[in-house]
């Protein structure tokens, strides 16, 4: 069972590493150079996947979020742990190579354009995420305030969009692509895509185990902190 | 229904009255709202003019830091000698339990504003004259579903001892479109004199209708003694 | 720096993201490998 597992999980990423690197030597040899834009525009294709491959993880924070409050059961909430974990990542490398395409054609690292401010302001909601899990002692109580942020943030991104498209922008709106670029995207969205799947997949075992070892272990510790809240408001 | 309406305004009715009694929260609240102000005021270098946009953006520190504590303080209130605990057993409706939290912190937060804003416009010479009920009208809609967001995880942090930085931490980013609608809003009011765009008008609404809709669904669900 | 420049190191900071959050998970379950039996003769009974 364990053995075949590995296999498999060996296999998913070998084959996810070679289709990577198929997608890197087709950038290299197959896609054309834009014109207006110069080779840099090639970041796109890194870019846009990695930012639809964003949501996606954060949409499972949020039905992860919304499971646990309804079922109560843990692993609902560490499913929703791994996906923060994902969504952090990945906004980070949209907001880093956005940041890199930005220096090159503006000369600045960072303005305040709408799609930069939008995917900031997402990194700043799911590393807050993050940041709130360890600081609640319970894991009951630590369970349903994350998930309640994780609906929370989730509502907030299409307000966060709405707002930031009311800033001054210089971003271009849309770019006519070739059909070898089209390709190139749809090309490149399976290894991010499954990249995103193995990581949140990988985290989420990490997570069940990690669970496991603590509840086997601390039994006395965990029903103590459950304890406190009600001793201490009766002072 | 208006069972429902009668509990709501009992219990912000109490808390409101505690808070008359000793004006701990409110008094707190003003004195840190205007020294964000002036601390503004100084890195700013006052004196000059200043257009409503960076009004709005001072107002805005002022208001987020102070409404956090006011939302703080009517959680604190409940948690003295169990008395959420004695609120949960009363026939209350949970939902009702959070209508009354919210409206108390507006009126906190609106009586906040009363007293800061005015301070502002006086140290900074704001000039709002041009559109003062397009200025009240998005602060006041920003500020309700604020304390709407500010309300909700209040409630979810209270019992966990850590809410100083925590609460601020949650609501903070949550309340960032809030902030940027206003600020723009403000931007084409008073520089560009245009007249009050629907589209920051709707996204405001949008906001303050999803988070009283999801707080007041999901309020019970963290409530615990 | 030129176009290719940049375009170079926006694929190495994304990739390199990747493959750094591969390689943490990758040393985090291993670690856990090696804990977990210890664990099973743990005080239980």
Redesign the interface.
């Known amino acids: 069972m364990s053995a075949a597992r590995t296999i498999l999980g060996s296999l998913y990423w070998v084959l996810t590493a070679a289709l990577l690197a198929a997608c890197l030597l087709m950038l290299l040899f197959y896609t054309p150079v834009e014109k207006t834009m110069g080779p840099v525009q090639k970041i796109f294709y890194l870019h846009l996947p990695v930012a639809i491959n964003t949501f996606a993880a954060a949409f499972v924070v949020f039905v992860a979020s919304i499971g646990y409050l309804w079922q109560r059961r843990m692993w609902w909430d560490d499913l929703a742990a791994a996906a923060g974990k994902v969504t952090v990542l990945f906004c980070a490398i949209v907001l880093l190579t956005g940041m890199v395409w930005g220096r090159s054609a503006w000369g600045v690292w960072w303005t305040w354009s709408p799609r930069l401010t939008f995917s900031l302001i997402l990194f700043l909601l799911y590393v807050v995420y993050l940041m709130i899990r360890p600081s609640v002692e319970s894991p009951q109580r630590r369970a349903a305030i994350s998930a309640v942020y994780g609906i929370a943030a989730f509502i907030d991104v299409p307000l966060v969009y709405l707002s930031v498209k009311m800033m001054p922008d210089i971003h271009p709106s849309s770019i006519a692509l070739e059909p070898e670029m089209k390709l190139t995207l749809a090309a490149w969205f399976i290894p991010v895509t499954l990249v995103m799947v193995g990581f949140l997949f990988a985290r989420f075992r990490l997570n069940r185990r990690l669970r496991e070892l603590g509840a086997g272990r601390a039994v006395p510790e965990v029903s103590g902190v459950q304890a406190i809240p009600l001793g201490e408001s009766t002072p | 229904m208006t069972g429902a309406m009668r509990q709501v305004i009992l219990i912000a009715a109490k808390d409101l009255r505690i808070e008359a009694r000793g004006r701990q929260t409110i008094s707190l609240v003003i004195v840190l709202g205007i020294l964000i102000v002036v601390v503004l005021g100084m890195g700013l270098g006052a004196g000059r003019p200043v257009s409503g946009f960076a009004a709005t953006a001072i107002l805005w520190v002022a208001y987020l830091f102070g409404g956090v504590l006011c939302f703080e303080k009517t959680m604190a209130v409940e948690?003295h000698?169990?008395a959420?605990?004695g609120l949960l057993l009363a026939p209350v409706d949970r939902g009702a339990i959070f209508a009354a939290k919210l409206l108390t912190n507006v009126l906190l937060m609106f009586s906040l504003a009363a007293v800061v804003t005015p301070v502002a416009i006086l140290l900074f010479r704001f000039d709002l004259s041009a559109h003062p009920l397009g200025f009240a009208t998005i602060m006041a809609l920003g500020m309700v579903g604020f304390a709407a967001?500010g309300t909700?995880?209040a409630a979810?942090?209270s019992?966990?001892?850590?809410e100083g930085g925590?609460l601020a931490?949650?609501v903070f980013?949550?309340s960032?479109?809030?902030v940027?609608?206003s600020t723009?809003?403000m931007r084409r009011l008073f520089e560009q004199g245009e007249p009050l765009?629907s589209?920051?008008l709707a996204?405001l609404v949008?906001?303050d209708v999803?988070?009283l809709v999801?707080s007041w669904v999901?309020f019970e669900?963290?409530l615990?003694? | 720096m030129t176009g290719e420049g940049y375009l170079v190191l926006g694929y190495i900071v994304g990739l390199g993201l990747l493959l750094g959050y591969a390689i943490l998970l990758w040393l985090a379950g291993r670690s856990l490998d090696k804990r977990e039996p210890r664990e099973d003769q743990g005080p239980t009974g």
């Open positions: 948690r000698d169990d959420l605990a967001v909700l995880f979810a942090v019992s966990t001892r850590l925590l931490l949650l980013p949550l960032l479109p809030v940027i609608v723009q809003m765009g589209t920051g996204t949008a906001f999803l988070f999801v999901v669900l963290v615990e003694p």
